[in-house]
């Protein structure tokens, strides 16, 4: 099962002449993603690793069938329009790499998304990996990486900062518990799919029995996480860690943020509003594969 | 998040059609004079800088002639408040307020949309009204695709409780606030108060705008100095590495500093970590074993060598360090190996003494900790590489062991140096440097290792020599990917025929400025 891709999903690489667009198609080709085309206005009729370019995504799909989703790897000036491209041909997912996407421009894609039944992941992702079947942007960096550091399992892991999803993964894989599907949600302010529906996809996939989030101050995702634990719409266990702790708060400047969201945002509501519907909150990211097995066990009684 | 000053915002606020009042920003007090003068009445004068509360540490005062306005200028300016001085002020007439109201607008992570919020009652204290009084707030997602219609704007208003003209004044700014803040990618603006004046007028008499990081390349106009969020003004030695960023997209480099002197006495380490989570993490580690931090630097995102060196060189540039301290999440997806050629430059080029202790846990990390141990020997300092299963906390504990061996070295800032080049070495730019090979010295070479070593292979060998593959222009667009690989192979292996260039604008001055200060120490 997992969730969002598996080893069917036919998959687009947008900018996939690029530096980091070509290092990371073959990554994901080697580990078994299903790539069908790329896409690089200008550059048509070329190929990379095997897989036909195109200029426009309208072309690829016209050519190589319908494409499920796409990995976007252009400049971040560019990612508006890349994503509108896909949105507007039909790709139902984008995974969104780049980081320093302008926030309206995220607003942008969004809306579009919405109005078309579509969704994204990031941006400023490392892109997401179910495990055995397929990877989706540079999580793992190389398929042999991938392979050694992320098994098949049980475990969802949803995460907001990159390094920490691999690290994360690798220490649960170490303590010999595999993983459903591993998202790194994307590091900015706004992001398409956040912990709160990422949650909501693991609650509805068969294979993940439980969850493993990472957590930061700012925004309002882990909040809205125990929102829906307590609506009843996630109910499998939760482990979570919050990262930010000794994050000095910067000299205050703006009210209208604190009008909105009062104290929602900072460390301590996150972990309180957490620990009040009964997820697993640890004081180190150690402590998170002990407990994911502790969970694991109990969940198998 | 890149914050202008109010006379800024107002600037803007007043270009999109809001009504601001008469004035303008004085630098001396013989300016506050005679902006004084222009204005002909009693007037407001308000310290420029980014905090709250400016009223309540004398930042906010009244005049009632142009000679006293001078008098208050002379105080406030050069005025020390929280991490700023005093340099500039607003001076602007003093309305006859009769109602002050609040405005604003931010980004609703949840909604993904931008949030109109407005509030009948404005002013200091805003936010505990908002607690107290929530029936005073009304809020409203904007499409981001349409915009703010105004008939919107009016049911905001008239939600707050407001009706006939004044609802139309105030949904007026409203409309125009979205469409100033929209226009210049404002992550948050408000305007507190929005007051009415005694002659029924609406007038903004207070604004701050947010602009985002990443549109800041949008406004060149804006004159916004580091995109990056930071709450006093950057120092000289970050505007540095900011400029250093900006000419190179690959990968991100972000570098603040944690305190504004580093004495010898306090425990200060360099600090270079690689993703926020794993830094901050690392940050823990090195925090708890009772390291002050210089720095705060975050090379990640697939950075090229060349930025993690000037990074370093960057970081290397403070004084009295006891250590360098490097570490990231440990399962990092990006080739490690760059960032360890980018510290081995730097690291050499430094001769640096004080010890160093570099995580470079992940993909290709047993390369990247080879490149370490082979290539750091020469200096005198103690250089150790670790994996994704050595923890933060235990590269803590050896920084914290590899210090007590010396307890009395700290780090010394060096003159900024390069090799003297024969201009008569082959030579060719790339994307942010250039890379200097001098065939005379290649004569002597044996292994002709540097064109097997240059995994772009731009290199290729022509009378035993190592020349260009391709043209001079494909390789300054970035064919040469600036791995730094050649130039640490022929330094270690063969004749140091080869020397990569990678300047660092601004870094020469400002290191012996450093010098000269510690000097006099």
Redesign the interface.
């Known amino acids: 099962m997992a969730i969002l891709v598996n080893q069917e999903s036919r998959v687009l690489v947008q900018g996939i002449t690029g530096r980091e667009g070509m290092v990371r198609t073959r990554l994901m080709k080697d580990y078994g993603t299903r790539i069908i085309a790329g896409v690089t206005p200008g550059r048509g009729g070329q190929e990379v690793y095997g897989i036909p370019v195109f200029d426009s995504v309208e072309e690829a799909w016209e050519k190589t069938g319908p494409l499920d989703i796409s990995v976007i790897f252009v400049p971040a000036t560019l990612v508006k329009n890349a994503a509108l491209e896909a949105l507007e041909a039909g790709v139902k997912l984008l995974v969104v790499i780049p980081d320093r996407v302008p926030i309206y421009d995220v607003l942008e894609i969004n809306h579009f998304a919405r109005q078309r039944g579509a969704f994204f992941v990031g941006p400023n992702t490392l892109g997401l990996v179910s495990p055995g079947k397929a990877v989706l942007g540079m999580i793992g960096g190389r398929a042999e990486r991938a392979r050694e550091w992320f098994r098949p399992g049980e475990v969802g892991v949803s995460s907001r900062s990159g390094g920490m999803t691999s690290a994360i993964s690798y220490y649960l894989t170490e303590a010999g518990l595999g993983q459903s599907t591993i998202i790194h949600v994307g590091g900015d302010a706004v992001v398409g799919l956040s912990h709160p529906e990422i949650v909501e996809l693991f609650e509805k996939d068969e294979q993940t029995k439980i969850v493993v989030m990472f957590g930061e101050i700012g925004t309002t995702q882990e909040e809205r996480v125990a929102d829906l634990i307590e609506e009843s719409r996630f109910t499998k266990p939760l482990v979570a860690y919050i990262g930010g702790k000794a994050a000095k708060s910067g000299t205050r400047f703006s009210h209208a943020g604190a009008i909105v969201e009062g104290r929602r945002g900072s460390y301590e509501s996150k972990v309180e509003r957490l620990k009040e519907v009964g997820v697993h909150v640890v004081p180190a990211i150690s402590d998170i594969p002990k407990k994911a097995l502790e969970l694991m066990e109990k969940s198998k009684e | 998040m890149a914050?202008l000053y109010e006379y800024q915002s107002k600037k803007l606020l007043k270009e999109g059609g809001i009504r601001i009042p008469k004035g303008g920003v004085a630098s001396t007090p013989e300016e506050a004079l005679m902006i004084s003068q222009e204005i002909g009445q009693p007037v407001i004068l308000k310290i420029q800088v980014?905090?709250?509360g400016r009223a309540g540490v004398g930042g906010i005062q009244f005049a009632e002639t142009p000679q006293e306005a001078e008098k208050i200028a002379r105080q406030m300016l050069g005025m020390k408040v929280?991490?700023f001085t005093v340099e500039k002020i607003l001076v602007e007439e003093k309305l006859k307020i009769k109602t002050e109201y609040?405005a604003?607008?931010?980004?609703?992570?949840?909604k993904?949309?931008?949030?109109l919020?407005f509030?009948s009652v404005g002013g200091t204290g805003?936010?505990e009204i908002?607690?107290s009084h929530p029936e005073k707030?009304s809020?409203a997602s904007v499409?981001?695709?349409n915009g703010l219609k105004e008939y919107q704007a009016r049911n905001l208003i008239r939600k707050a409780g407001f009706s006939g003209r004044l609802l139309v004044q105030l949904a007026d700014v409203l409309t125009r606030l979205y469409r100033v803040a929209?226009s210049y990618?404002a992550?948050?603006?408000?305007i507190?108060p929005l007051v009415l004046t005694e002659d029924n007028l609406v007038y903004a008499a207070d604004c701050?705008l947010?602009i985002?990081?990443?549109?800041v390349?949008?406004h060149p106009a804006l004159g916004i100095e580091i995109a990056r969020?930071f709450?006093?003004p950057p120092t000289d030695l970050e505007k540095i590495a900011y400029r250093a960023e900006e000419g190179d997209?690959?990968g991100?480099f972000y570098f603040f500093q944690m305190t504004e002197q580093i004495t010898k006495q306090e425990n200060y380490i360099g600090f270079h970590g690689?993703?926020?989570?794993?830094s901050?993490?690392s940050?823990?580690a090195v925090?708890d074993k009772g390291f002050k931090l210089a720095n705060y630097c975050d090379t990640?995102?697939?950075p090229s060598a060349s930025k993690v060196y000037r990074a370093a060189k960057i970081i290397l540039s403070q004084p009295h360090l006891l250590g360098y301290f490097a570490s990231?999440?440990?399962?990092?997806?990006?080739?490690q190996f760059h960032s360890a050629r980018g510290m081995v430059k730097a690291f050499n080029e430094e001769k640096m003494e004080i010890p160093g202790v570099i995580r470079l846990g992940?993909?290709?990390e047993e390369k990247a900790i080879e490149i370490l141990q082979s290539y750091l020997k020469d200096i005198p300092a103690k250089v150790e590489g670790y994996g994704?299963d050595d923890?933060p906390e235990f590269c803590a504990q050896r920084l914290e062991e590899l210090i007590k061996e010396n307890k009395s070295l700290t780090h010394k800032v060096r003159p900024l140096a390069e090799p003297s080049l024969d201009p008569q070495s082959c030579s060719f730019e790339t994307i942010t440097g250039k890379i200097f090979i001098d065939h005379q010295k290649c004569l002597g070479c044996k292994s002709k290792g540097c064109v097997e070593a240059c995994s772009a292979q731009i290199l290729k060998l022509e009378e035993e020599k190592p020349v260009l593959a391709f043209s001079q222009e494909e390789t300054k667009k970035?064919k040469c990917?600036e791995c730094l690989a050649c130039e640490i192979f022929c330094t270690f292996h063969e004749q140091k025929a080869i020397f990569i260039q990678l300047p660092i604008p601004g870094l020469k001055e400002y290191r012996d400025r450093t010098i000269e200060n510690s000097e006099a120490e």
């Not at chain 2, 993904?112 to 949030?115: F, M, N, Y």
């Not at chain 2, 985002?212 to 549109?215: F, G, H, K």
């Open positions: 914050r980014w905090i709250t929280k991490n609040f604003g607008l931010v980004i609703d992570d949840a993904k949309s931008p949030l919020i509030s805003i936010e908002a607690k707030i809020q499409d981001v695709l929209q990618d992550r948050s603006a408000e507190n701050h947010v985002d990081d990443y549109a390349f949008r969020e709450d006093r997209y690959r991100t690689a993703g926020g989570g794993g901050m993490m940050m823990d925090l990640s995102g697939n990231g999440s440990g399962v990092a997806s990006q080739e992940g993909n290709y994704r923890s970035g990917t």
